[in-house]
C-alpha cells in the first residue's frame, strides 16, 4: 500500500507519523488512526495499518511516544517478562496522560482533515491494549471529530480513575466497538457490564463482545496471537467503520 513518512506538529512537539492509503486511486477516503499496543509503532504496525487501508481507509499510523525522543523497539516476545524491559514499557504506557493522547488526537485530526487523500471531518479510531483505551476515551473527550471507535483487547475501560473512559460515555456520539479478550484481567466481565450499562444509559450506539483468545490476540507479533481471533477482528472492525464512516 502507498505510504506517506510525515511529522505532526502538536502542542508537545512533533509527532513522527506515517499514512497508508489503498492502491487504488479512487480517492479520498475516510480516515482512520491506529494507536498501537504498549510496544508502540513497529514493523507489525506499519502491517497493520495497510491492511486496513487495503479495505479503503486512510490510516494514520502515529508515534504515540514521539517526546521521548529515539527510543528502542520493544521485543514483545519477552518485553513483559524482563524486569528491566517491562520497567520500561510500563514507563512509556505512563507517559500518555489523558490529556496528552487528547492534544495529540486533536493535531491528528487536523492533519487527517487537511489531507486531499481524506474525506470528511470525521473520522475512525482503533486501538491494541492501551491504544484500545485511547480509542475509546478519544470518542468521548473528542467527540465531534470521532464517528467510530474500536478497542481490542484494550484494558483500563472501566477503572475508578476519574479519567476511566466509560465515565464519559454520556459525551460520546461515536458507534463503539469493543472486543474484549479471555481471562484478561485488564478488562472483566464485571467491568464489561459496567460498560455496557455506561454506553446504553447514555445511548450509545454500541457493540460488545467476546473473543475466545489471550489479550494481544489481534497483533501478529504478541505471543498470545490468534489467526483466527485475527481474522474475526478485522470482519468487525471494517463493519463498523463502514456503518460509521463515510
Same mark, same amino acid.
Given at each position: 500500500?502507498?505510504?506517506?513518512?510525515?511529522?505532526?506538529?502538536?502542542?508537545?512537539?512533533?509527532?513522527?507519523?506515517?499514512?497508508?492509503?489503498?492502491?487504488?486511486?479512487?480517492?479520498?477516503?475516510?480516515?482512520?488512526?491506529?494507536?498501537?499496543?504498549?510496544?508502540?509503532?513497529?514493523?507489525?504496525?506499519?502491517?497493520m495499518a495497510a491492511k486496513l487501508a487495503g479495505f479503503g481507509y486512510a490510516v494514520l499510523l502515529p508515534d504515540v511516544y514521539y517526546r521521548e525522543g529515539e527510543w528502542a523497539p520493544f521485543d514483545m516476545s519477552s518485553a513483559f517478562g524482563d524486569p528491566a524491559e517491562r520497567a520500561r514499557i510500563m514507563f512509556m504506557i505512563g507517559t500518555l496522560t489523558p490529556d496528552r493522547v487528547t492534544? +495529540?488526537?486533536? #493535531?491528528l485530526f487536523d492533519y487527517l482533515a487537511g489531507?486531499? =487523500?481524506?474525506? /470528511? !471531518?470525521?473520522?475512525?479510531?482503533?486501538?491494541?491494549?492501551?491504544g484500545g483505551r485511547i480509542s475509546v476515551l478519544l470518542a468521548g473527550r473528542l467527540p465531534e471529530r470521532v464517528a467510530a471507535a474500536a478497542s481490542f483487547h484494550g484494558g483500563?475501560?472501566?477503572t475508578d480513575n476519574e479519567h476511566s473512559p466509560h465515565l464519559l460515555a454520556a459525551k460520546m456520539d461515536a458507534l463503539v466497538y469493543v472486543g474484549g479478550a479471555k481471562n484478561d484481567r485488564s478488562f472483566t466481565a464485571d467491568q464489561a457490564e459496567q460498560l455496557e450499562k455506561a454506553l446504553t444509559a447514555a445511548g450509545v450506539q454500541h457493540r460488545i463482545e467476546w473473543?475466545?483468545?489471550?489479550?494481544?490476540?489481534?497483533?501478529?507479533?504478541?505471543?498470545?496471537? +490468534?489467526?483466527? #481471533?485475527?481474522?474475526?477482528?478485522?470482519?468487525?472492525?471494517? =463493519?463498523?467503520? /463502514? !456503518?460509521?464512516?463515510?
Open positions: 500500500m502507498p505510504k506517506i513518512a510525515d511529522t505532526v506538529s502538536t502542542p508537545d512537539g512533533s509527532c513522527p507519523v506515517h499514512l497508508f492509503t489503498p492502491e487504488t486511486a479512487d480517492g479520498p477516503w475516510p480516515g482512520v488512526i491506529m494507536i498501537p499496543d504498549a510496544g508502540g509503532v513497529r514493523e507489525t504496525f506499519h502491517q492534544r +495529540d488526537a486533536g #493535531a489531507r486531499d =487523500e481524506v474525506t /470528511g !471531518e470525521r473520522f475512525g479510531v482503533c486501538g491494541y491494549c492501551m483500563g475501560l472501566v473473543y475466545q483468545a489471550g489479550h494481544g490476540f489481534a497483533v501478529p507479533d504478541n505471543p498470545p496471537y +490468534d489467526p483466527v #481471533a485475527d481474522e474475526r477482528h478485522w470482519a468487525a472492525m471494517t =463493519e463498523i467503520f /463502514g !456503518e460509521a464512516l463515510v
